[in-house]
Each structure stands twice: as C-alpha cells, then as structure tokens.
C-alpha cells in the first residue's frame, strides 16, 4: 500500500509541476533511463512547444542524432558543434591556442591560468603576449615602501 500511495503521489506531483497528462506522467515515471528521465522532465518544464511525453522523447532523439552533438573529444568533452577551426587539434585540450573558440570558452567557463601572461592584464589588457607591455593597475610594493 505505502509504495501504491508513493507512486500516486509522485503521478500527481509531475502531472501538476509539468502540466502534463496522466498518461504521459505515467510514461515519464516509467522511463527506464534515470538521465534521460531529468533530460526530458526538463524539456517539458522549459520548452513551450513541447507538451506530451511523446514530443519530448521526439526532441530527445533528435538532439542525439544531430551531428554537432557527437564527442569530438572524449578527454576533454567538446562536441563537433564546438570545434575551433584555428588549431590543429579542434577541440579544448589544445592550450596553447588562442583561437576564437578557445577564448570564448575561456571567458565562459572562468579558466584563465594565472601565470599565463598571454592574455595580459584582465582590468587594461597590458602585457597580452607583449613581453614589454606592462600593466599599471595596481601600485608596485616598491613605491609604497619609499
């Protein structure tokens, strides 16, 4: 009986959050693939053309069947949609690249190496690769000690 009420209540729950129909509901609580169940309850959570079970299951497949969303890299998790057409090797465990792409993912994700002085100054852009470029944002310690 508790694992009965348990199941309606967890129906009843997905059936007002999603805005859904019982049949679909109970399709979704049924479906066999955990991520694939949070993937698609948030399909119908946030996407307003999607409606039903069936549409967002169709969206799924989809999604997994386009090209640009196939592993370009498995070290490093770039996708074919994400590759940088500046270096040799295309996806993010290139380092060394300053492509477009890599900048952009950089400047996403926050992952700039602070001994890295090719991008210079992030306050006034002094020193980005110009060994003579030098940054006068903050005051040296030689300076106060005089």
Known sequence: ?????AR???LADLKDELAIKHACAIALLD?????????????????????????????LAQQKNDPRNQLLCDRC????GM???????GCGCENECTGWRHEEMRAAT????????RYGCQECGAGGGDPYGECCCYEDDEDQAA
């Open 77 to 80: 998790g770039w996708t074919n």
């Open 1 to 5: 009986m508790p694992k009965n009420h």
């Open 8 to 10: 309606k209540k967890a």
């Open 110 to 117: 926050g992952d700039y190496d602070e001994d890295d002085n």
């Open 83 to 89: 590759v940088c057409p500046e270096c040799a090797k």
């Open 31 to 59: 479906h066999p693939d955990a991520d694939e169940r949070e993937t698609l309850e948030r399909y119908l959570a946030e996407y307003v053309d999607i409606n039903t079970y069936r549409e967002a299951v169709d969206y």
